[in-house]
Each structure stands twice: as C-alpha cells, then as structure tokens.
C-alpha cells in the first residue's frame, strides 16, 4: 500500500480532474470517488439493489442502471433522500476504494473525492480509521473562474451553475482545510508546474 494517501478535492470547475491526469502521468495511483460510484450504479452495479429498494423503482432506468437525472431532482427536492443514497454510496465506495489505494505500490498516492470536505465537515474527531489520510490538496480559483468554465462545458445556466456551487463548501472553507494549495485561476500550464512541484515535494517529504 501507498505509503501515504493524499486527498484531491476542489469545487466544481476547478480544475480538479486536470490535476489529477497530471498526477497520473507522473505515475501515481489515482482513485476517483466519482469513477467508483458510477461503476456502483451502472447496469448490473452493486449499489443497484439498495437504492431501488430505498428510493423507489422510478430511480432506476430501462437499462438498469441509476437514472442520475431523475434521482438529481428527487436527492435536490428531498434533503432526507439524499441522506438515504449517501449512506448507501459512502460506505461502498470507501471499501471500494481502500482496496484500490491497497494496492498502490507508490510512496503515496491520490485519492479524489470533490465533496471531500462537504463529507467530512460535520464529523468531530477523532475520524474513523478508514477517514485518516495524510494530507488534502485543493485545487482553488476565483469563483467567477468557476462559474465560466462549467456554463462553457457544460451549457449550464448561471443560475444553475450558482445553485450546484451554494450546495457545496465555500471557496473559505476549502481553503481552510488544505494541507497542499493548488491555484487554477492562471490556466492549465500553471497548473500543471504546481503539480510537478508538489510532486517532488511529497516523493522526496
């Protein structure tokens, strides 16, 4: 197993993923929660069963896999539906992603989970075991930065994209909880030479 496990989380277009391909290509494990989850709720995925069984059969779609839209709008609509997947979610893609960083053979490796924070947050000390890990990076830019990027790719409204952001953590409060600060207001190659920087860091820590 990696010898440390290194938290990357950041808010929503932020730049989290394009570090997380440059920490790859450095040849570090990367395990991305939100990879697991959709594996859990695919066709067939093992997260399946429990979600039919605790949100109803209209969650699930024709293919038999989770129908993200539909349980979008019920989780936004219904504070204690979104408690009920959580606490399906959460534990599987823990155990699912304990065995991945398991097998890490690198002297650390990269844990994304991008509601790191918003997960975490209202935990007291000490976390469980399986919580510890041995730093958090956040990739951190201007709000207004964000909110361009995400009405770009993906077409959303402002207010769209405004109210996915008012769900998450602040800007202050990511901040607040990092161990290792990347800023992604200037661009990609900026980003990327913080991460190589950070790299050497935390290979020769």
Not at 6 to 29: D, E, P, W
């Amino acid at each position: 197993m990696a010898k440390r496990i290194i938290v990357l989380t950041g808010g929503i277009g932020s730049g989290k993923s394009i570090a997380a391909q440059r920490f790859a290509a450095k040849g570090i494990t990367v395990v991305d929660a939100d990879v697991l989850s959709r594996q859990l709720t695919a066709p067939g995925g093992a997260a399946i069963a429990a979600i039919r069984s605790a949100l109803g059969p209209q969650c699930i779609g024709q293919d038999g896999g989770l129908d993200r839209d539909r349980v979008r709008a019920q989780v936004f609509a219904d504070p204690s539906a979104r408690q009920q997947l959580e606490s399906i979610l959460h534990p599987m893609i823990r155990r699912e992603a304990q065995a991945a960083l398991a097998m890490a053979p690198d002297p650390y490796a990269i844990y994304m989970v991008p509601l790191w924070i918003e997960t975490h947050r209202v935990r007291t000390e000490p976390r469980p075991t399986e919580d510890q890990v041995d730093g958090i990076i956040v990739v951190d830019c201007a709000e207004e930065t964000q909110i361009q990027r995400v009405m770009q790719r993906s077409g959303l409204r402002r207010e769209d994209v405004l109210a996915i952001m008012a769900a998450q953590a602040s800007r202050e409060e990511r901040r607040a909880y990092a161990t290792h600060l990347l800023n992604n207001d200037g661009g990609i190659e900026q980003l990327t030479q913080q991460v190589d920087a950070l790299h050497e860091d935390l290979i020769h820590s």
